[in-house]
């Protein structure tokens, strides 16, 4: 078998694409709580991508989304709570916030990424210049 370099470097690539390097894990620790009326409705910041039978099926989803800076895992056996049931519930973060607080059966992950920026707005068109050549010009300065 021969070994080829370029085969070694892509699959190596493609190693680090699908696992991701993990720069915080916080185990029980839950960096949306608080944030959060029902496990559905969630600020603009916060989106439920799925639910998941374990914390890492969570955390690789959570790489799948550009905008993501963090990612929270409830357990499948997190306890129901009044307003609704959490369990086996992924979030990511959008806004760069990171402050995981102690919870049982919750695990957080900060991902070492910024909250994408905006694109800049456009700059506004210029007018359209009043002459189409200095002849244009000329006569348009007469006529007024």
Same mark, same amino acid.
């Not at 190596?12 to 390097?21: D, G, I, K, L």
């Not at 709580?33 to 496990?39: E, K, R, S, V, Y």
């Not at 909250?115 to 456009?122: D, E, K, T």
């Given at each position: 078998m021969r070994f080829s370099l370029a085969l070694a470097v892509s699959q +190596?690539? +493609?190693?680090?694409?699908?696992?991701?390097?993990r720069t915080s894990f916080a185990p029980s620790n839950n960096n949306v709580?608080?944030?959060?009326?029902?496990?559905a409705g969630n600020p603009p910041s916060i989106v439920a991508i799925g639910t998941f039978s374990v914390a890492t099926e969570?955390?690789?989803?959570?790489?799948g989304y550009s905008r993501a800076t963090s990612w929270t895992y409830h357990h499948c056996?997190?306890?129901?709570a009044g307003y609704g049931n959490y369990?086996?519930?992924?979030?990511?973060?959008?806004?760069?916030?990171?402050?995981?607080?102690?919870? +049982?059966c919750v695990d957080s992950g900060d991902m070492g990424r910024?909250?994408?920026?905006?694109?800049?707005?456009?700059s506004p068109t210029p007018p359209p210049p009043l002459c189409a050549n200095e002849l244009d010009c000329g006569l348009t300065e007469c006529a007024t």
């Open positions: +190596a690539h +493609a190693t680090q694409e699908s696992n991701p390097v709580l608080g944030a959060m009326q029902t496990p969570c955390e690789q989803a959570a790489y056996n997190f306890p129901p369990s086996c519930h992924c979030y990511i973060r959008t806004d760069g916030v990171w402050n995981p607080l102690p919870e +049982a910024s909250p994408l920026q905006p694109s800049p707005s456009p």
